[in-house]
């Protein structure tokens, strides 16, 4: 069993103070169904009113926060698997219903007048890392995800466990071509661009960089360590 984990964010924080302190969060907010308004609640308050799971929501919370964080087992398992399932699926909502077409429509106005080969190879290259992070997704959503309920509910072997490996090695590929998107643009938008679009453009796929990140460490500080609990429950 590892030793208690240090945590910035505790049940009986203020919720505007830690959103003030850690801006990063805001992003987290939306798929879990909170809006915005505590007042002077607590965490421990906010999420009950918004019917959130209060272990998952620190969990996730100091993942954010904290790049050094790991939840111990104890922690893990004060909040059900379905809870992070659920975080999880509405995390991918969010990416393909609201950021990427957020992208999107900046880099159509951004390239609408650049010469055709540099806008075929911006737009080429977005849309085959768009599709590599969709296919990730839906890996997660037919393998991964399912696999965990069956193991819950005692239908599942290790023989059909996703590899921990091959899911990091997805995980590294989305990261770096995203590094690769944002290093061509920088490289290669004419300077004669609107200086504007391009750095809210920038602004946009840094913070979704940095966000996918985050999800990607969520996901193998949770829901893997998650995975090994379970298999030794079992005692797979």
């Known amino acids: 069993m590892k030793n208690t984990s240090y945590q910035i964010i505790t049940a009986h924080r203020k919720m505007a103070d830690v959103l003030t302190e850690h801006s990063k969060l805001i992003s987290i907010f939306p798929r879990l169904g909170i809006a915005l308004g505590f007042g002077e609640k607590t965490v421990a308050q906010v999420c009950a009113d918004n019917g959130v799971s209060l272990p998952m929501f620190l969990i996730v919370g100091n993942v954010y926060t904290m790049d050094e964080y790991l939840p ?3 922690e893990l398992q004060q909040c059900p698997i379905g809870d992070f399932v659920r975080y999880l699926i509405d995390s991918h909502k969010d990416y393909l219903d609201y950021k990427f077409p957020h992208i999107e429509q900046h880099l159509a106005e951004v390239v609408n007048d650049w010469n055709e080969k540099y806008k075929k190879l911006i737009t080429n290259f977005f849309y085959d890392y768009k599709k590599e992070v969709v296919d990730h997704f839906k890996y997660e959503e037919e393998v991964v995800f399912p696999f965990i309920q069956a193991l819950v509910h005692r239908s599942s072997t290790k023989k059909n466990a996703p590899k921990k490996g091959a899911f990091d090695k997805q ?7 995203l590094r690769d998107f944002t290093n061509l643009l920088i490289k290669y938008i004419p300077a004669d661009v609107a200086q ?3 750095i809210d453009m920038l602004e946009d796929i840094c913070a979704l960089s940095e966000d996918i990140e985050k999800h990607a460490l969520i996901e193998e500080k949770i829901l893997f360590p998650y995975i090994k609990i379970l298999h030794e429950d079992e005692n797979l």
């Open 196 to 198: 504007r679009e391009r």
């Open 72 to 74: 111990t087992d104890d």
């Open 171 to 177: 995980h590294t590929n989305i990261e770096d071509k």
